[in-house]
């Protein structure tokens, strides 16, 4: 059974996320363009990415996974935008 991901709204809000994250890792210091902001964008990338992948396999479960590993890469944008925040 395969998914429209286009159509999913955590694939929309997934997409939102990624122009957000790179608004807000514009703003960050010169030092950290190319170790924290650069792993924020990858991970806010790769969320999307899952879902579509996902989107196109033959089972439930394996779309299930999917989702799972870009809810997961989700959890980790999150905690570098808070790291992001101490330093």
């Not at 955590?10 to 030092?31: A, D, H, I, L, N």
């Not at 363009?33 to 999307?48: C, D, G, K, V, W």
């Amino acid at each position: 059974m395969q998914h429209n991901f286009k159509k999913l709204d955590v694939w929309k809000r997934s997409v939102g996320f990624v122009t957000e994250s790179y608004q807000v890792t514009q703003m960050y210091p010169k030092e950290e363009i190319f170790e924290l902001a650069s792993q924020t964008r990858r991970a806010a990338t790769s969320a999307p990415l899952n879902i579509a992948e996902g989107s196109a396999k033959s089972s439930n479960k394996d779309f299930a996974r999917f989702l799972e590993m870009g809810q997961s890469v989700l959890c980790l944008k999150l905690k570098l935008l808070l790291l992001s925040l101490v330093t």
